[in-house]
């Protein structure tokens, strides 16, 4: 018993580690997409909008091993198994944070931007100072569901062999004969992302002091 | 001296011509209304004043700097970024929904741009904000936010952070439009008290007796052009014009 809990602790921390490191990534990306979404330029906006299509609109599992696989096919060398996942959960991640974003920027009254002009505010100045802090308190909720599917996302990569929780919990599984180790696993799930509730719960009590 | 002048400006949205050959001068230490009927273009004659929206040609001088000026073969060209941005601070403009940064409270609402922009050391910055808070009526409501704050509260806040900026000019739109008609009466007391200090100002409105009472001039707009320009008296009580009498007949 003390064996199968190390082990599930450390596909624990397999699961953890693609879990800060894609959002790591896929924050910052997010925004950069969200721009490109919304740029002036036709031709920029409308590329960006293909990328997110992909990225929504086919399985995440499906994008992991083509990430995976592609490159052996392309290049005749294959990536590290946890870079292809890392890779594969940024870039999907993105796309979905990019949607995010952009609705809560575009739901920033236009008369905020027109104040901070009139003010002379630089336009680097009104998007950190003005736009994003209003945006943050605006897409947490939203944020808060994509994160705990995250949390939950993190399962497949063991479809390219990656050791993470579920996997040890279902190698363990099919070891013992018993189902014990995968409720285990469900048990931990579940302890993350009570975790991840409430410290969204958190952060929108503490950006609850305006309206 | 003028302040201000506007020579001949036109401006577009797409087929549509919002301002047709606006020409006038605003007077250091003067209260300027302008009044006319919804769609006139007075709104957009403010905002191209502050460079929110561009003019398609015309000149704008602002403190003796242009803003921008066509020249005799007919090119429109606004001056460089940083005069622009250098000129555009000596106007001040408060809006008809306040737009304060609800997630500032009111001090950081009043010093961002003076800390941000005018480089303003914080102690002073918060010093220029809270006595124009006093000035206000509002010294007990630096540290609230602008949810907390009533509608007129909001735009008085909104006044002293354009205030903040020492602004040559304070442009004003529709400042009570959006307030319950029991809260317009305090905007208006401040802004008749900025008037005796001799800010000079120009109030787009709809308060035809508060327009007659602070004004040194009226300024009459419809349909994108100025139908008539004069004293109060003038306008209000002696008007020849049949647009204008049209006008004032609704109030
Ligand atoms: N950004 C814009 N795009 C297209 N049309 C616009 C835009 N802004 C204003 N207009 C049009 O220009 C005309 C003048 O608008 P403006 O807001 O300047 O009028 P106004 O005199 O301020 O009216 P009100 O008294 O209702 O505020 C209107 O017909 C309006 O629909
Ligand atoms: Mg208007």
């Known amino acids: 018993m003390g064996k199968l809990l190390m082990l599930m602790l450390e596909g624990t921390f397999t699961s953890l580690r693609i879990f800060f490191l894609t959002l790591l990534f896929s924050l910052p990306l997010g925004l950069v997409v969200a721009k490109g979404r919304m740029s002036r330029h036709r031709i920029i906006s409308s590329l960006v909008n293909g990328y997110i299509m992909i990225m929504r609109g086919t399985p995440l599992i499906l994008q992991l091993i083509f990430v995976y696989f592609a490159p052996y096919y392309i290049f005749g060398s294959s990536t590290d198994r946890f870079t292809a996942v890392i890779i594969a959960y940024a870039i999907n991640y993105a796309a979905y944070f990019a949607e995010i974003y952009r609705g809560g920027i575009q739901s920033i009254p236009q008369g905020q931007l027109e104040a901070a002009s009139v003010l002379g505010f630089t336009k680097v100045h009104t998007f950190t100072h003005v736009i994003m802090p209003q945006v943050v308190k605006r897409i947490m909720p939203a944020m808060g569901n994509e994160v705990i599917t995250l949390v939950k996302d993190t399962a497949l990569a063991q479809t390219i062999g990656v050791a993470e929780l579920f996997r040890v919990a279902q190698n363990a599984a099919a070891r013992e004969f018993s189902t014990m180790p995968i409720f285990i696993a469900g048990i931990f799930y579940f302890v993350m992302n009570a975790i991840v509730s409430k410290s969204f719960d958190l952060i929108e009590r503490k950006l609850d002091y305006y309206r | ?251």
């Open chain 2, 1 to 251: 001296m003028a302040v201000i002048t506007v020579d001949h400006v036109r401006k577009s949205f797409s087929s549509l011509e919002v301002l047709k050959d606006i020409s006038f001068a605003l007077e250091t230490g003067e209260v300027l209304s302008i009044i006319g009927p919804s769609g006139s273009g007075k709104s957009t004659l403010l905002r191209c004043i502050t460079n929110l929206e561009q003019v398609d040609s015309g000149t704008i001088s602002i403190g003796g700097d242009t803003l921008v000026h066509t020249d005799d073969q007919g090119i429109t060209q606004y001056a460089d970024k940083h005069t622009v941005a250098r000129i555009r601070l000596r106007v001040g403009l408060v809006f008809q929904n306040f737009n304060l940064f609800p997630h500032f409270s009111v001090m950081r609402n009043i010093t961002e741009a003076q800390m941000h922009v005018l480089k303003t050391p914080k102690d002073e910055a918060q010093d220029i904000a809270s006595d124009l808070l006093r000035k206000m009526g509002l010294p007990e409501k630096a540290d609230a936010y602008p949810f907390q704050l009533s509608g007129g509260q909001q735009q008085r806040v909104s006044i002293a952070r354009a205030l903040a900026l020492k602004p040559q000019v304070l442009c004003f739109d529709e400042p009570t439009s959006a307030l319950d008609p029991e809260l317009t009466g305090e905007i208006l007391a401040v802004i008749k008290k900025l008037a005796t200090e001799h800010m000079t100002m120009m109030v787009v409105t709809h308060e035809m007796a508060f327009a007659r009472d602070i004004s040194n001039r009226v300024i009459f707009m419809d349909d994108g052009l100025i139908v008539e320009e004069g004293t109060p008296e003038a306008v209000f009580s002696n008007t020849k014009n049949e647009r204008t009498k049209r006008f004032l007949s609704r109030f």
